[in-house]
């Protein structure tokens, strides 16, 4: 397998079914970056973006995704990351640091969530309120 140093980015609506090696695909409406895994395994890696998983910095010439890259579930377990259009490849984590990897991602996302379901209620709360207040003017 031959690892990749540089890729090359396009924006895309959608994704195209035969992803080209060393390219990265953007769709902003779908919020998603797509690509053959960078390692040369020819397995298709799929991060989202939102609050809660990867980041996507574009300086109007390269891109860089945030967090690091780890293809965990994946035979080649390759670990990179993407700054300005190039490759840093990572060590392999073992498996212990793959679940704690995991874990942290998934409290991250219940505290992401809870703070926003909490906003949610508050809100509601607020208007609820307003509304009686209202009533007995």
């Not at 960078?38 to 809660?52: D, F, W």
């Not at 190039?86 to 640091?97: A, F, I, T, Y």
């Not at 942290?104 to 209620?121: G, L, V």
């Amino acid at each position: 397998m031959n690892k990749v140093s540089k890729i090359t980015h396009e924006f895309v609506e959608h994704i195209p079914q035969n992803l080209s090696e060393g390219v990265v695909y953007i769709s902003i409406p779908f919020n998603t970056v797509v690509h053959k895994c960078l390692c040369g395994c020819g397995n298709e890696v799929i991060t989202p973006l939102s609050p809660t998983d990867w980041k996507l910095n574009y300086n109007g010439d390269s891109i860089s995704l945030y967090p690091s890259i780890g293809n965990w579930s994946f035979d080649c377990q390759s670990h990179y990351w993407i700054t300005d259009n190039e490759v840093n490849w990572s060590r392999q984590w073992s498996d212990e640091e793959i679940e704690e990897g995991r874990k942290y991602d998934k409290m991250i996302k219940q505290s992401h969530f809870d703070r926003k379901n909490e906003k949610y209620a508050k809100s509601i709360e607020g208007n609820f309120v307003r509304k009686i207040i209202n009533w007995f003017r």
